[in-house]
C-alpha cells in the first residue's frame, strides 16, 4: 500500500471514529487500526531526492530525483527524506465536557475558550 493510500485510510478512519463516538458511545471502534496505519506510516518513509558529489562543480553537490541519475554521476550519494507532517490531536468531545465540569464559566464562554484556543494550537502546531 503506498503512503498516500494509508494517509487516506488513516484520516477515514479517523473521521468514522469520531462520528462513532459521537452517535453510538464513546468507545474507540477503530483504535487499533487507526494506531496501526499511524505506526506503518512513521516507519515506512523513502527518500524524496539523492545528493551526489558533482564531478563538474570541484567539491560541490548536485541534487538527483532518481537513485539512478544520483549513481551515474558519483559512487557517493545520500538519500533525503522529508519529515512527515504531525498530525493535530484536538480535544475530545469528553475532555471539553470535563473541563465545563470542573471550570466556573458559562458553557457558551468555555467553548468560545476551547474553539480560540484550539484554533491557536493549530495553527501554531502545523
Not at 551526489?52 to 549513481?71: I, R
Amino acid at each position: 500500500m503506498s503512503r498516500e493510500a494509508m494517509q487516506m485510510a488513516l484520516e477515514a478512519l479517523e473521521d468514522a471514529n469520531d462520528v462513532a463516538r459521537m452517535e453510538f458511545s464513546d468507545e474507540d471502534y477503530y483504535s487499533e487500526a487507526i494506531n496501526a496505519l499511524r505506526q506503518a506510516l512513521e516507519e515506512k518513509q523513502e527518500p524524496v531526492a539523492w545528493i551526489s558529489d558533482s564531478p563538474t562543480k570541484g567539491n560541490g553537490k548536485q541534487l538527483h530525483w532518481t537513485k539512478s541519475e544520483a549513481w551515474r554521476w558519483s559512487s557517493n550519494i545520500t538519500p533525503l527524506y522529508t519529515v512527515p507532517p504531525k498530525q493535530w490531536v484536538g480535544l475530545t468531545d469528553e475532555e471539553i465536557a470535563q473541563g465545563l465540569k470542573e471550570s466556573w464559566v458559562t458553557e457558551q464562554a468555555w467553548q468560545s475558550a476551547v474553539w480560540w484556543a484550539e484554533a491557536k494550537l493549530k495553527e501554531k502546531n502545523t
